[in-house]
C-alpha cells in the first residue's frame, strides 16, 4: 500500500465483519447482557456486541486482521496489550501526607457542568470550579453576582463543559486563565486561576453547540468554538424542515473583553479544534460532510472534511467587510462554495480524510496536526508547513499509521512519541511520530507499544502535552466506561481516570491507578504547579461589591419595602446578633469576611430562605431577598470555622406586616 | 480530685489564659495573619490566636497545664503527638488498578447538600449522591420526578447534610436506605441503597433546623432528628422577640412513610444523638441552656443539660393523648417544667455535663454514651445501664477523662479504645475505655496515644465504629482545615479527611494519607462492602414511570397545547430522528433507556431549554418543558456511549405559532 492509497472503507469492512458474525450473534444474544462484565459497544446501530465476542469474532474472521492493527483482536497476542500489574516500573503516584502534588489537572466536567482540579500525580480531586451548573457549598449562583453572570450568559442551570484550555503567553501557561466551551448552549465560560472561580460566561449568538474550544497560540489571541449542529441561521423557525439550509459555524471570541469578534459559516458538523504554534492555523475535525439529519445519512460517505481555517485571511475578510451580519455578529462565508474560499488565499481549507475523524491536536513543535480516524483505524498527520501552498490531501498528509480501532485522541511526551486512545480496543497505543512520515500509509510499523485501559477511553493527555514542551512522565486515559473497576454505586457507574506512567517516553508504558470520576469528565490539561499563583486571601480591589467594616454593620431601610443588612463575619461571629425586618421587604444583605487569615471561610446560611454563601477571607458578597413569611430565622455559619462555630450565629425576625 | 468533682470551668481557665496572654499578644498582632500558616482560633470572639502562640503560651502560661491534659501544650514533648511519617507499620492504603476497596463510606456532603460515596481504604469518591441539592450530570431536579419530589420536599435547592446514617435489622447495617439530615431546613431524606439514589424527603413541620439525626437501634424503628435552633411554635411572627418563648424539638419519623409522628419540645438547643442498642434510649447532647440568642448569653454557664429521651415513655404519652397537635404534629411537653418529666418515668432525663458539650456516640456494646466537652477538656460517659433508675450524675456518670482541648467526637475500634477527635489541639487522641471507668475523673491516665491531625478535626469516624461490632483497622478524621496541605486552590480550600491505620487497636496510629475534600463534609458512616447490594440495571417494576419500547416511540397530542413525546434510547440511537411541537406546547418527554447492559448510560439534553438528565439502563425518566421559541434543537447524548455517540441525536423542530 502506498503512502497516500486510502485505506479500506472502515464501514465496508465492518459489514464483512458483521456478516461473518452471523453465526456468532446467536450465541450473542443467549448471553444475559446485563451481567456481561466485558459487553463493549461498537456504536453501530442495531449490535450490541460484547468485547469477549468481539475478540472470538476476530479468530473467526480473519478479515478484520487486516484493519485491526490491533493485536489484541486477533485473539491470540497478549504481548501487545500489557496488562496492569503493579508499579513493575517502580512508579509511585502515591503523595505523602503534607507533600504536594508536582500537577494541577483541570478537568472539565462534562454535563456536571463543573471544572474540577486533580493534582498529579496523586489524582486528588483538590476542587471543584461550578462554571455552568449552580452549587450550593460555594454559594455559586446564589448569590446577586453569581446569579446575575449565569443569567446574562443565557440564563440555564446547566451546561456541558468539554475543552478547558489554559491562557498562553509565548506558546506557554501564563497561570492567568482557563476557557472552556458549552457544547449544550453554544457558550464559552472564563475562570479566573487568580482565585480559582468563574468570572465570564458568554452566550455567543447565532450558535446552539459549542464543541471544539481552544485558545489561538501562542498569545491568546482568541478562544475559538466550533459549532457542531447545523441549524437555520437565524435559527428562528424558517427553513426548521429545510436541513439543506442549516449551517454551522467557527467562532472567534475576545479573551479579555469575552465578546464574539466573528464567525465562520462552514460546511458539515465541526467537531475537534487545535490551533498551530505560529497563530495562523486553526485546524477542526468534522464529521457529516453529508449533512445528513440521522445516523445513517451522516455516517454514510467515505470521507469528510478536515478545516484549516486561516486566522488572518479571516481577519482581513472582517476588515474588508465581506461578511453579513447576523444578531449583530460578522458572519462570513467559508463554506466551500464561497467566493472568499476560492482565490489564492481562501480562509478555510478543506482536507478530505477518512470519514467521521474525531480529534485533531497540534504536536509539541506545531509541524504536525494529528486527526485521529474514529472509524478509520488510522491517525492522519497533516503538514501544517505545507498547508499554506497546497490542500491537496498527497501534500499535506505526512502519514497516516495505522493505530488500532476507534482512535479518537492524540497526546504528546516531548521525545518524538504520540500516545493514541482507542475507544473500541480499549487501548493506548504509543508510536513513533518520525516512523510514521517514513512509514507506508496504512504501517503498523510506527507502533511501539500498547497499554490495555478499562475502558472505552475518550481522551488521553500527557503532561503539558499541549505547550511547545512537554513534560512526559504521566499520561492519563479518561475511560468512559469504569464497569466492573470499582464497587458497584447503582445503575449510573463512574468514568474511569486511568494514571499511566510514561516516563520521559522511553519506558514501557504501566497502569499504576485507576481514578472513579463522577459523570462525565471529558478532557483535562495539565499545568506545572509553579505556573499557577493562586491567592488564598482576597483583595477587595478585585471585586466591585463595598468592603463592609464592623462599624458599618447595620440595617438601613432604602425605600418603602426595601432594606439594606450589612453584616460582617468572623470567627464565631456575625457583626449583627440580630436584625429585623417587615414582612414583604426586599433585603439586600451585604457581608464581609473581615478575616485575613487563609482558609477561615464563613458560610451565611439563612434557613426557609433557600440561601447559603461562603465568604472567604476579605471577600464580600452579596445577596437579595424577599422576607416574604413572618418568623424568626437563625442565620447561621456553614463552614466550621472554629470551636464556636455552632453559636456563630445572626436572628433575622421578621415582622408581620401591618393589618 | 475526686471522681465525681466538676473539673475547673474552661471559660475560667481560658479567661485566666487570656489575662497571662497580654505579654504575648502584642507579638501575635504583629504577626502578618494572612500568611501565618499554622493559625488557629479559640473561637472566642474578640481573639484570633496562632497555634504556635498558644503552645508558647502554655509555656508561658503554667495554669494552662492544669486544664489541657494534652502534653503538646506543655510544648515540651514530642512523643505524645506523633508526626507523620510514611508507613513505618507497612500499613497501605493502595488499591491496586481493578482491584476493589473493602468498605464503602458514606459522606455527608454539608452544605454541598450532596452525600458523597468514598471507597476504603483507598479514599477514592466512587459516586456522587444528591439530595438536597441539584445535580446537571444525573439530572437530580432536572426531571419531573425528582422535581416533585425536591418541590414537595420544601422546595429548596440546597441543604445541609451532616449525619449519614444506614438502616439497622438487628443491630447490623442492612443495606437497603441511608437516612440523613438537612440542618438548614429541618428536613430528612432517604436515600435508597439499591440504586444509589435519593427517594423520599420530608419537610418536618415545626422545625427549622433538624441537626443531630440518627436512627433508633437496633431496628430502625425510627429516623430520630435533633432540633437545633429554639424559635416559636409555631414560627409564625408571634412571640417573635420574644425568645423566653421558643422552643427546640426533638423528632421521631417514620423510616417507611418518611411521615413525622411525634416531637418532643425540650429547653436548650438540641445538638447531636445517638441511641442506645436497645431501642430505649435516646440520647441528646446540648448547649445554650442559657436559652440566650447571643454567643455571650449561650456560653456563659458552667453546665448544659444533655438529654435522654426515654422513647417507649414517649409513645405512651403520644398513645395517651399527653400532647399538644401543632401543624398537625403531636408534640409533647419534654421541658423540664413539664408535668410528664416529673413522675416515676419521666420522658426526657437532663442530665448536667460541663459546658457546651459538642457529641454524643454510644459506644459498641450499649454500655456507655459519651459526650465530648467541647469547651471542657473532657469526655463524659454516661452509664446507660444505670440511666432508667437514676438521672443523678454522680449515678449515671461513669467517667470523664481529660481528653485535650476541645474534644468534638469520639469513635471505636471494638477493642476497648477510644478515639476522640481535638478541634483546639488538631489531634486525635486514643484512650482506654475500661481505665477511664477505672480513674478519677479528670484524670488523664487511660490517655494511650495522640495523633496530629491537620488541622481541627470534627467528626472521626473507625470502620463500622457505630455497630455492634466495629472493624478497626482504619479511622477518619474529618479535619475542617487543610491551609498548606495542598497544591494552593484559591481562598476557598478545601477540607482535609485524613485516614488514619489502627490496625486492631493495638498498634500505634499511623497517618497515612491527606484526602482534600470539597466544603463541606461533616460526618461520614462507613459498610463493608458485603453488606450493600447495588443494582447495576433498573428493574421496571421499581418505578412509576411507564416503560417506553421501540414500538411506543412516537408524539401524540394530548390537548390543544400538549403532547406526549416518548422515545426510547439505546448506543448511537435515539427512538425518534426527528419530532415536530408547535410553538407554546407544553411537552412531555418520556425516555426509556432500553439497553439491558451496565454502564451503558444514556444522556438527554436539549439545547436552550435548560434540560438535561441520565437514563441508565432499563430505567425511564420524564420531563415536562413549554416550547416557547421556534426552531431547531438537537437532542443529543451527554454520556458517552459508544463510537458514533456523536451523531446520537434527535432534532426537535418547534414549528411557529400561526399568524
Redo the contacts between chains.
Sequence with gaps: MSKHETPRDPNEVLEEYEETLDSVLAEVEST??????D?I?????GH?LGRRDFMKAGVAAGAMGSVAGCSALSGGDSSAGSQ?T?SSSGASH?????E??EY?GFWS?????ELR?I?IPSM?????IPV???????GYG?TDGTQEMLEEG???????NHHPNLSETDGDYDGEYLYVNDK???RIARVNL????TDAITDVPNM??IHGCCVLSPDTKYVLGNG??R??LP???TD??NPDN?TSLFVAVDPESMETQWQVKVDGNL?IVDTGKEGRWAISSA??SEEA???QG??KDDRDNVKAFDIPAIEQAVENGNYEEVNGIPVVDGTQGSSLNQGDRPLVKYIPTPK?P?CVEVGPNGDYAFIAG??SPTVTMLDLNALADSSDPDEVVAGRPRVGL?PLHTTFDGNGHAYTSL??DSQTVKWDIQAAVEAEEGSEDPIIEKQDV?Y?P?HIQALEAITTDPDGEWLVSLN????D??????????DND?LIHIGQGEKEME??????A???P?DCVFAH?DK?D?????DKDDYEETYITEEDSGVERTGENSVHVKMTT????FGL??F?VQ?GDEVKLSTTNI???????H?V?I??H?I?Y?V??Q?TREVTFTAD??????I?C????????????S?M????AEG
Tied chains: 1, 2.
Excluded at 473497576?485 to 463512574?494: A, Q, S
Aim: aromatic fraction near 12%; glycine fraction near 10%; charge should be negative.
Design positions: 444475559d447482557e446485563a451481567t456481561t462484565d459487553d459497544s461498537l456504536g453501530l446501530p450490541s496492569s503493579p502515591t503523595v505523602e501526607p503534607g504536594h502534588d494541577y466536567g462534562g454535563h456536571s457542568g482540579v493534582g486528588r480531586e483538590l476542587t471543584r455552568f451548573n449552580t452549587d450550593c457549598a460555594s446564589f443565557g440564563g440555564y442551570s446547566w451546561g456541558d449544550a448552549n453554544g487568580t482565585y480559582f472561580e446552539q453547540a457542531e449542529f441549524a437555520p435559527n428562528d423557525g426548521a424542515k442549516y467537531d464529521y457529516n439529519t440521522d445516523i451522516m455516517t467521521s474525531h474514529k472509524l476507534g475507544f473500541i478499562h472505552n475518550g468512559k466506561l469504569s464497569k473497576r470499582f464497587l458497584p454505586v447503582g445503575p449510573i457507574m463512574p486511568q497502569l499504576v491507578a485507576d481514578h472513579p463522577y459523570p462525565e471529558h504547579k499557577i493562586a491567592k488564598k486571601v482576597y468572623k470567627r464565631s461571629e446578633p440580630d429585623t414582612e478575616e485575613g487569615v487563609q482558609d477561615i471561610i458560610g446560611a434557613p426557609e433557600d447559603n461562603a472567604a477571607p471577600d413569611d413572618p418568623g424568626v430565622y437563625w447561621y456553614t463552614y466550621f470555622c472554629s470551636a464556636l462555630h455552632l453559636e456563630m450565629r436572628r425576625i421578621v415582622e408581620p
